[in-house]
């Protein structure tokens, strides 16, 4: 219906944002700062609190802004501030609620001592 299919490309601004940001801000964001075409796929951005999420997509002429707030607790999102990273929608879809992404480490701390 909003042109978001399996086969769309997904986007993480890294770092965060000024959550008041609209189109026209968010647009200027993927073009100079992830140096993407806005109808290249969708784009998320998440606000410093890390509470709120922003999508940006084009379809069919048009822009969509959807926002996500967490009724409680926060994202896990990445702090790099100049960059991007790349996701399926299945994987937007477990972010947008409340799923946390990390790396495989295999010398990471247990949770857990004996």
């Known amino acids: 219906m909003f042109g978001i299919t ?5 986007f993480l601004k890294t770092g965060y944002i000024d959550g008041r940001l609209g189109y026209e801000g968010l ?15 969708l784009f998320a951005f998440c606000n410093r609190r890390a509470n709120r999420i922003k999508l940006l997509w084009y379809h069919e002429g048009g822009y969509y802004i959807a926002a996500k707030r967490m009724d409680r607790g926060t994202i896990r999102w990445p702090r790099d501030e100049a960059g991007a990273a790349h996701m ?8 947008l609620k409340g ?7 295999s010398h990471s701390t247990p949770r857990y001592r004996r």
């Open 6 to 10: 399996s086969e769309t490309r997904v």
């Open 88 to 95: 399926s929608t299945a994987q937007l879809e477990l972010l």
């Open 99 to 105: 799923v946390e992404f990390r790396p495989h480490s």
């Open 27 to 41: 647009r200027g964001l993927v073009s100079k700062v992830l140096n993407a075409d806005v109808q290249s796929g």
